[in-house]
C-alpha cells in the first residue's frame, strides 16, 4: 500500500475512533447500546428530516453520523454533507463531526474554505485533534505548501507522540524538501518504537532515501 493511501486509511480510523473527540461519539453507555441494538437504524432522508432538538448523547446523532459517513463513501456528497452540517449545527463542539464535515467538503465539491475552517473548528473544539491536523498536513502537502504541512505534521506528532503516521509523514516532508538528514533520526525512531506496523516498514523506505541524499 502506498503511503498515500496509507495516510487517506489511517485519517479514516483516527476519524472512526474519535480520539480525544467528547462524549457524543464515544462508546454508549448500556442504555444506550441498547437503544441503538432495539431502534430501527436511520435513514437518510429521516436524518434531513428531524428538525426536533436532540441530546448530544442520543444514539440518534451518533447513527445520523454513520449514515453521513456511508453516503459519503458512496459519493453522495450532497446527502452527506447536508446530513453532517445539521449534526455540526447541533453540537459544534464535536471534533469529529467537524473533522468528517471537512473531508466531505474537500473530497466532493471541493470547498477548500469551508475545509479549512471545519478543520480549524475541531480544533478549537479539542486542541491536537489528530484527525483534523492530519487532514490539515496532508491537505497543504497536496497543494506543494510543505512549510505549512510540516507544522501540522509536527503538531501532531508532538500532541500525539504514540501516532508515528505523523512522523513518518513529517520525514516525508523534510525530504521532499530536501532536509533529509534531519528525517532520518525521525524515521529511524518510527522503525525502532512501533516494529511490525505499516508506519514502520514505510520508515525503512524512506530511510533508503535519506541513505542516497548523503553527500
Not at 471541493?110 to 483534523?132: T, W
Not at 512549510?147 to 523534510?174: C, H, S, T, W
Not at 530536501?178 to 532520518?184: D, I, K, L, S, V
Request: with cysteine; net charge neutral.
Amino acid at each position: 500500500m502506498s503511503l498515500f493511501f496509507r495516510s487517506l486509511a489511517a485519517f479514516a480510523i483516527l476519524l472512526a475512533l474519535g480520539l480525544a473527540a467528547p462524549a457524543i461519539l464515544s462508546a454508549p453507555t448500556k442504555g444506550a447500546a441498547a437503544a441503538i441494538a432495539t431502534k430501527a437504524a436511520p435513514s437518510a432522508e429521516s436524518c434531513l428530516a428531524s428538525s426536533e432538538p436532540v441530546p448530544a448523547a442520543s444514539p440518534d446523532l451518533a447513527a445520523c453520523h454513520h449514515v453521513a459517513l456511508e453516503l459519503a463513501a458512496a459519493r453522495d456528497f450532497d446527502r452527506a454533507i447536508a446530513i453532517e452540517t445539521r449534526l455540526f449545527e447541533r453540537e459544534p463542539g464535536n471534533p469529529e463531526v467537524s473533522t468528517a464535515l471537512a473531508r466531505m467538503q474537500e473530497t466532493g465539491p471541493k470547498d477548500v474554505v469551508q475545509a479549512l475552517r471545519m478543520y480549524h473548528e475541531a480544533l478549537y473544539a479539542s486542541p491536537g485533534y489528530p484527525a483534523a491536523l492530519l487532514g490539515l498536513g496532508t491537505h497543504w502537502k497536496g497543494r506543494g505548501e510543505n512549510l505549512i504541512a510540516e507544522r501540522y505534521f509536527a503538531r501532531g506528532m508532538r500532541e500525539n507522540p504514540d501516532q508515528p503516521l505523523f512522523k513518518v509523514r513529517l520525514a516525508e516532508v523534510l525530504i521532499d524538501s530536501g532536509r533529509a538528514q534531519e528525517a532520518a533520526p525521525i524515521l529511524q525512531s518510527v522503525a525502532d518504537r512501533f516494529p511490525g506496523t505499516g508506519e514502520a516498514d514505510d520508515a525503512r523506505r524512506l530511510l533508503s532515501r535519506t541513505s542516497l541524499a548523503r553527500p
